[in-house]
């Protein structure tokens, strides 16, 4: 079992920044491939970004490629995504999860289903 909380949301100004903090506890955090997602209103659950077990593979969503970065730090068990330019249509709650999956797959890790443990959200509101 993996308990995941995540922090750092809040509401911003378009271009700020935000950092979000995805605190794991529980089963060996570093033997885990750790995602964020998005869900605003109305709309479905969207992949944003994921970082595989040992940080070796990265993979983002186009519409955030080059402005999200995701990172982990398996040491203090937290991934982060480091979200710079924000946007008004990056405004949602945003989620982090984690798959016991080391795949250098993106599209594998693009489908929610492919992961085990969910984080309860973080809201994150972009203002124009």
Not at 43 to 62: H, L, M, N, P, Q
Not at 97 to 126: E, F, I, K, L, P
Request: net charge positive; hydrophobic share 30%; aromatic share 14%.
């Amino acid at each position: 079992q993996v308990q995941l909380v995540e922090s750092g949301g809040g509401l911003v100004q378009a271009g700020d920044s935000l950092r979000l903090s995805c605190v794991a506890s529980g089963r060996t955090f570093s033997r885990y491939s750790v995602g964020w997602f998005r869900q605003a209103p109305g709309k479905e659950r969207e992949f944003v970004a994921v970082i595989t077990w040992s940080g070796g593979s990265t993979y983002y969503a186009d519409s955030v490629n080059g402005r999200f970065t995701i990172s982990r730090d398996n040491a203090k068990t937290t991934v982060y995504l480091q979200m710079n330019s924000l946007k008004p249509e990056d405004t949602a709650v945003y989620y982090c999860a984690a798959t016991s999956s080391s795949r250098s797959d993106r599209y594998y890790y693009m489908q929610d289903s492919r992961y085990n443990y969910w984080g309860q959200g973080t809201q994150v509101t972009v203002s124009s």
